[in-house]
C-alpha cells in the first residue's frame, strides 16, 4: 500500500499563498468554535523520522491561541509508563473538552517501532492493536474528534533530510534514535507500517496519509485535513446533552414481578463470632503476604466495590487493608466528578488512579456509576450508558492484558436489612454523618436501580473479571467472603505467573501460625 | 544532641496494652473529626534504617478508615523529579484537605542523605534547609497540621537488627540502599542528622524524637505525638474561613489622590506598524533560538501574564509563541480553582505546572490572584494576602535557586483606554465572547485594585524575579517589549551558565538574516 502512493505530488508556491492564509485564519476561527462547543479535538502525527511532523505541528500552533491547546512530543515510553497498561499514557494526556492536542508520536508506537524492533510478540501486536482500534472508538463515539495523519515519505528522500539536519547545528538535536532505528531498520519498519496502517484504518477513525515530499503540499494536506475534520465536527453539533430526566417513571411492578439473579443470592449466609475471630486474622495474614508476594512479582490489583446503600463497604475495605503495608495501597473514594474530572471521558479518572506494577488499589465506588447511578438519574444518556458495558469490559481487558489482577465486588443487602441500618445509622450519633437525605432518596429508588443492577453483572462479569455477589446481610461473612476471595485472586495470578500453580505463602508454610495470628500482624518492622 | 538521647526507654507489657488500644481508637476518631473541620495531616518519618519507621506507618494506617489517607513512600528522587525543583514531588504528594498523608521519608533526604553522601555542597545544603523551613512555615499557617518523626537507634542496635531483617526472606526486601550507605557512612550521616534536626526545629514546625529501641516504647510516643496534635488543631478549630465581604467600601477617593508607581507609567510608548514588522519576526526568531538553546542546557523558563482586564494578554502571548517549537512550552490560562485545586494550599496548582528542566511555561495569570483578586474580593483574609507577599517571594525563590529565568510582566493600559476596548470588544461580533458582566464589574472596582496592584509590585519585585511594568496602551509597543524582556533574561541565564558572559544566536551570528525573517520561520522541519 504505501509503496503506491505517489510521493511526487507537490503544488506551486502560487496556489500555496493563496490557499494556505485562508486555512490557518480557519483553524484558528474553529478552535473558538469547538471550545464553545466543548468539542475536544486531537490531532496525531505519525510518520517517518524527518518527514516534517514536527513542522506541521508548528505551523498548526502558530496561529492558534496557546490557552487552548497542548503539544505533546511523545518520546518512548518511561519506566513510569511502562509500570502501568501501555494506554495509561495517552489518557493521562488527552485534551479535555473543548481543548485541542496535538500529539507528535503516539500509542502508535506500541505497534510500530514495537514489533520493528523487535521487542515483542506478533501476538502482544495483535492484541494492542485490537486495544488502541477499541480506544480510539470509543474516544470518537465519547465526541472526541480524532484525526490522525501518516507522514510519509521514501527511504531515499529520507536520507538526504536527515543528513542535511544533521549538518545544521540548530537542528541536529531533532533527529533522534528513532530515525536512526529507521535507517537501520528500514524494510522492518515499512512492513510495520504497512500492517499498522491496514488494521487500524477503521470507518470511524481513519488515517489520512499525507505525501511529504514537497514542503508546501505537505503542509497544504494537514490543514485541509484538520479544517474538514473540526468543520464537521462542529456542524455536526456537540455530543448530544445528557438527558436529564430520571427514569424512576419505569413500570416498578412489572420490574419487581421478575425474579432476576439477585432474588437466587442467599442472604441467610452469616459467620458466628468464633468463627470471625479465628478466620480474619488469619485471612488478613494471608493478604498481608500475597501483597509482598505480588509486589515482588510486579503484579498490580485493582479491587473495585459497589453494592447498596449501608451494605458495609467502608467497613469491610477497613477489613481488608488493616494488615497490609500501608505503603503498597491506595483506597479511593469515587463521587461526583468535579473540576478537571467533569471535562473529561468518564473512564480518564480512573485510568488517573492506576495501580503501579506491584501495587494495590482499591475503589470504593468505581466506573460502574455509568451505568448505575448515571443510568438511572439520566445523567448518561441512553446511547452513552449501553455502549458503557462495552466500553467497560474493554477497559478491564487493557487491564488484565497487562497483567492486573481485577477483582469487582457487589455487597449485596435486602431492602429490610438496609432499612434496620438506615435507622441505626440515624440513631447512633458517631454513625449519623453516614447517613444523608440522598440515601433515604436512593432507597426509594431501590426498585429502579436494580435492573441497572442485574444487567451491570450480567453484562461486565467475564473470565478475566469476573464480579463476585457478596452476602452482605451478615457484616462478618461479607468480610471473610471478599477477604478469601481475593486471595484467591491473586494466588492464582501468581501461579500463572510463576507457571508452577502454586504460591507458598509463610503462613501457609507454617501450616497457619496461630500465635502470629492472634498477634495481627503487629510483629513486623 | 543526639547523643544524649536515652536510647534505653522502654514501657513495660502492662503498661502498654492499657494506653495502646484507646490512642488508637482516638487517631480513628480523630481523623473523622479533621475531616468534617477540613483540616489536613501530614506525618513524615525520618531516622535511622531499621529504627521501625515503616511498622509506625503501618501501624497508624491500621485502624484507619483507609479511604481518607495516602502513604507515599519517598524514595531518592527520580530523573523526572530532579528536572524540577526538589520541592515539586513533596508539593504533589501534599495532602488535601481534610485528608492524611504519611511520608515514609520525605524532603529531609535533600539535606540528610544527600551531604551524608557528599553529592551536594555546602552552600546547596544551607539553601536548602532554608527552603525547608519557608517551606514548612507557609503549610502549617494554612491549616496543615505537620508532625515530623526522628526515629533513633544507636548504631550497635542498627546493626543488629538490619542483620536480622537481611536473614528473613519477608523482610530482606526492606533493607534497602540506604540502610547500607548508613552502615558504611555512620559518622556522615551522623553529623549530617545532627546539624539537620538542629536548624529545622522551629518553634512552629518542632521534631519529636522517638526512642526507637523499644517497640512498645516508640508506638506509644509516636500515637501520643501524632493525637496530641490533632487533638491540638481540633481544639484550635480549623484556620478562620476566609472573610468574603468585598473592601470595596474603603475609601476610594483617598486612594486616587495619591500618586503611585503606576502613575509614572509612561502610556504614549508607541511603535509604528514599520517598526513592528521588522522588529517582531526578528524577536521571534531570536527566542525560537533562545528557546533551543535554553533547552539544550535545561534552563527552564517560568513567565507571569498579569494586567488590566483587555490589557492585551491574550493577543501579547501568542505573539511570543508564534514561532516557538510547541513541544517545548505549555500556556497555563488560570481560572477560579476547582476540584483537585480548590482543596490544597493556593500554590499547589501552579507546582503542578511548574515546567521541566528546558522548558517554557507561560501562566496566564498566576498565584498574584492571591494578592490581586483575592484580596480584593475577600476571597482571603487580610493575614492570608499579607503573608503571602514572602511566601511567593520564597516559591519564586525556590524557582530561580534551581536555575528557573522568572519573567513577570504588568500588561498597564489607562482606564480610558480599557474603556475603548471594551466597547470595541462589544461591538465587534467576533470579539463578544471575550467581554463578560463581570468585566464591566471589576472595571468598576479598578480604583479598589490598584493599591493591590501596586503593593504587589513593590512587594514582590525582586533581584531573581523582578516585574517588569509593560506599557500596554499600544499594543505592539507592548509586544515587541514582552519579547525583548524576555529575551534578554533567557540570553542572560545562558550568560551565566556557560560562564562567558556571551551568547551566540543563530540569528545573531548571521547578523540578522532578513530573508528568515520575512519567512518568519516557517521553514523549520
Redesign the interface.
Known amino acids: 500500500m504505501l509503496e503506491t502512493i505517489d510521493l511526487d505530488k507537490d503544488v506551486s508556491k502560487a496556489a500555496f499563498q493563496s490557499e494556505f492564509p485562508p486555512l490557518q485564519q480557519r483553524v484558528f476561527?474553529l478552535q473558538?468554535e469547538l471550545r464553545?462547543a466543548r468539542i475536544p479535538l486531537l490531532v496525531l502525527l505519525e510518520g517517518w523520522a524527518?518527514a516534517?511532523k514536527?513542522?506541521a505541528?508548528?505551523?498548526l500552533?502558530?496561529?492558534l491561541?496557546?490557552?487552548?491547546?497542548?503539544?505533546?512530543?511523545l518520546f518512548p515510553p518511561?519506566p513510569?509508563d511502562q509500570a502501568r497498561p501501555f494506554l495509561w499514557r495517552y489518557w493521562m494526556r488527552l485534551p479535555e473538552r473543548g481543548r485541542l492536542a496535538?500529539f507528535?508520536r503516539s500509542w502508535y508506537w506500541h505497534i510500530l517501532d514495537a514489533p520493528a524492533e523487535k521487542a515483542v510478540s506478533s501476538d502482544a501486536v495483535a492484541a494492542a492493536t485490537r486495544e488502541i482500534v477499541e480506544f480510539e472508538r470509543m474516544l470518537v463515539r465519547d465526541g472526541l474528534v480524532l484525526v490522525k495523519l501518516w507522514y510519509h515519505l521514501s527511504a531515499k528522500e529520507q536520507r538526504r533530510?536527515l543528513k542535511k539536519?544533521r549538518a545544521d547545528?540548530?537542528?541536529r538535536?531533532r533527529v533522534g534514535s528513532e530515525a536512526k532505528s529507521q535507517r537501520k531498520r528500514h524494510e522492518r519498519y515499512l512492513a510495520a507500517a504497512e500492517a499498522m496502517l491496514a488494521e487500524t484504518d477503521t470507518t470511524e477513525v481513519p488515517w489520512t496519509i499525507v505525501e511529504a515530499t514537497d514542503?508546501q503540499f505537505r503542509l497544504l494536506k494537514t490543514f485541509k485535513t484538520v479544517v474538514d475534520a473540526m468543520q464537521r465536527a462542529v456542524d455536526t453539533g456537540a455530543p448530544a446533552a445528557p438527558a436529564r430526566a430520571p427514569r424512576a417513571s419505569i413500570a416498578v411492578a412489572a420490574l419487581k414481578a421478575q425474579p432476576t439473579l439477585l432474588d437466587r443470592v442467599d442472604l441467610r449466609r452469616r459467620a458466628d463470632e468464633r468463627k470471625y475471630a479465628r478466620d480474619l486474622p488469619a485471612l488478613q495474614i494471608r493478604l498481608r503476604?500475597l501483597q509482598?508476594l505480588t509486589?515482588?512479582a510486579g503484579i498490580p490489583t485493582v479491587v473495585v466495590y459497589e453494592g447498596w446503600d449501608a451494605a458495609g463497604k467502608?467497613g469491610n475495605?477497613?477489613r481488608v487493608?488493616?494488615?497490609?503495608?500501608?505503603?503498597g495501597?491506595?483506597?479511593?473514594?469515587v463521587a461526583k466528578p468535579?473540576?478537571?474530572?467533569?471535562v473529561h471521558h468518564y473512564l480518564w479518572r480512573f485510568w488517573r488512579h492506576m495501580p503501579r506494577a506491584g501495587f494495590l488499589t482499591?475503589f470504593?465506588r468505581s466506573w460502574y456509576g455509568r451505568v448505575l447511578v448515571e443510568r438511572v438519574e439520566g445523567f448518561a444518556t441512553d446511547d452513552e450508558w449501553r455502549r458503557a458495558y462495552q466500553e467497560i469490559r474493554e477497559f478491564e481487558r487493557s487491564l488484565t492484558r497487562f497483567g492486573t489482577v481485577v477483582v469487582k465486588f457487589w455487597l449485596h443487602i435486602s431492602p429490610d436489612e438496609q432499612l434496620r441500618r438506615f435507622e441505626e445509622r440515624q440513631e447512633t450519633p458517631?454513625k449519623r454523618?453516614k447517613i444523608t437525605d440522598e440515601d433515604w432518596r436512593n432507597r426509594e429508588k431501590m426498585e429502579v436501580y436494580r435492573p441497572a443492577v442485574v444487567d451491570m453483572l450480567r453484562e461486565t462479569s467475564t473470565r478475566e473479571a469476573p464480579w463476585t455477589i457478596v452476602e452482605a446481610e451478615d457484616k462478618r461473612w461479607a468480610r471473610l467472603r471478599t477477604l478469601r476471595v481475593l486471595c484467591e485472586r491473586m494466588e492464582q495470578a501468581l501461579a500463572e505467573r510463576s507457571g508452577d500453580g502454586s504460591v507458598r505463602t509463610?503462613a501457609g508454610k507454617k501450616k497457619h501460625n496461630k500465635k502470629k495470628g492472634k498477634r495481627r500482624g503487629?510483629d513486623?518492622?
Chains 1, 2 share one sequence.
Open positions: 476561527e473558538r464553545d524527518g516534517g514536527g513542522e505541528v508548528a505551523t500552533a502558530e496561529r491561541d496557546p490557552r487552548g491547546f497542548k503539544v505533546h512530543a518511561t513510569d496535538f507528535h533530510r539536519m547545528p540548530f537542528e538535536w514542503r503476604e509482598f509486589h515482588a467502608g475495605i477497613r487493608t488493616e494488615l497490609l503495608d500501608p505503603r495501597f491506595t483506597v479511593v473514594p468535579e473540576g478537571d474530572e467533569a482499591i470504593d458517631y454523618y509463610k503487629r513486623r518492622r
